[in-house]
């Protein structure tokens, strides 16, 4: 592989004009394609294709003209396999959340908030 190297590099150094020209062909091609980039401003759209990540995309679609901020809480992979518990579990982390919140928020930035902890009924309420 070095060998490889070695000759490009002993091929074009006794041909200056013509590593001139490439480095110039390679910059112009990469100053054209990196021009004709286009920024996507969905992010929904790097979501899966599965049921749920359909429901966020609509949600996002929803909120992505009002000025909302969606904090969803969710179990992690060490949750209880109650759904009781789990249900607890995210009320205590959501009201930590909002102490900490209001705490922090000395401005009054967020002047309504609404919170509930049944996903769906949450996904719905941004919705509307």
């Known amino acids: 592989m070095t060998g490889f190297f070695l000759s490009i590099y002993d091929f074009l150094s006794r041909r200056k004009a013509l590593a001139a020209l490439l480095l110039a062909v390679l910059l112009g ?3 054209f394609l990196g021009l004709r980039m286009d920024f996507e401003e969905d992010i929904s759209k790097f979501l899966p294709g599965d049921p749920v990540s359909a429901r966020y995309s609509e949600v996002y679609e929803a909120m992505s003209t009002r000025n909302n901020i969606m ?3 969710t ?3 060490n949750a209880p396999e109650d759904p009781d518990e ?3 579990l ?3 982390a959501m009201d930590a959340f909002d ?3 209001e705490q922090e928020d000395e401005d009054g930035l967020i ?3 609404a919170i509930t902890v049944d996903e769906d009924s949450s996904l719905d309420m941004i919705e509307t």
């Open 29 to 31: 091609l990469s100053l």
């Open 71 to 73: 904090v969803l809480f």
């Open 75 to 77: 179990p992690g992979e």
């Open 86 to 88: 789990r249900k607890f």
């Open 90 to 92: 995210i009320e205590d």
């Open 99 to 101: 102490e900490i919140w």
């Open 111 to 113: 002047s309504e908030k």
